[in-house]
């Protein structure tokens, strides 16, 4: 899928320290709306530590754009939606998927019963995930891939600028990740940059339409096929040579 020239993230020299580890070094990277960046690279490569740049929630040098038509930075803040790679829940929590739909998608006060109108505007939302019939059970007691659906539904309400993915499908069954899957490659048809991070080799492969090869700096970058080719691919994940 081409991109629609609509918005583009651009990352531009991003370096992220802890103490006097680098953690990420001169990231820069673009990623056009419709298509789907994907992130590789072996176990503390710095992928998450990207994403935390990105959403600002570590110190770090460089910069982070989003623009809009012509190449022209937006003057807004962009929305963006997050799916983190877990989410630590209390089983006991009496807190339903409709609570935290309220909370993290509407200004209306949790702690009120929820009008009508709003929740039938929730449940349209979550059916498109078929997640509606999730909104009366307690988050801590979701399977893997009931939690990543309704994850997914309430970072895409409102509709988000773009999309951070970070392993999403974690401890997810077979079943649950073909689900999810198919709704990442519905809202790839939609208006938002999507940025995921995928030990999922073989989904990469097919379905992504740019990927960067992370280890701590940019190692290559670009289509699916070029990068899965290059040396630092192979050396990276020890294919055809010493593990």
Do not use: W
């Not at 072996?42 to 990105?54: C, E, H, P």
């Not at 110190?59 to 190449?71: C, D, L, Y």
């Not at 930075?73 to 006991?92: A, C, F, H």
């Not at 995921?196 to 700096?217: K, M, T």
């Amino acid at each position: 899928m081409s991109a629609c020239g609509l918005h583009c993230l651009k990352i531009n020299h991003i370096t992220v320290r802890r103490a006097d580890t680098v953690l990420v070094q001169d990231v820069s990277l673009h990623a056009h709306c419709g298509e789907i960046t994907a992130i590789i690279g072996r176990n503390g490569a710095g992928k998450s530590t990207l994403f935390k740049a990105i959403l600002g929630e570590v110190p770090h040098k460089g910069e982070v754009i989003f623009t809009g038509h012509g190449g022209t930075p937006t003057k807004r803040k962009p929305r963006i939606g997050y799916v983190p790679q877990s989410l630590n829940v209390d089983e006991g929590s009496p807190a339903t998927v409709l609570d935290v739909a309220v909370t993290f998608t509407t200004r209306y006060p949790a702690f009120l019963p929820v009008p009508r109108r709003l929740r039938r505007e929730i449940e349209a939302h979550f059916a498109r995930f078929a997640a509606a019939e999730l909104l009366d059970k307690p988050i801590g007691r979701l399977s893997g891939g009931e939690l990543q659906r309704a994850l997914l539904a309430v970072a895409t309400r409102p509709h988000p600028d773009m999309l951070m993915l970070d392993e999403p499908v974690s401890g997810v069954d077979r079943a649950g990740l073909q689900a999810f899957y198919e709704l990442l490659e519905q809202l790839r048809r939609d208006d938002m940059v999507i940025l995921l991070i995928s030990h999922d080799l073989d989904y990469v492969r097919r379905h992504a339409d740019r990927v960067v090869l992370l280890d701590r700096e940019v190692l290559s970058s670009g289509s699916p096929e070029d990068v899965f080719a290059c040396d630092a691919f192979r050396q990276a994940f020890a294919i055809g040579g010493d593990a």
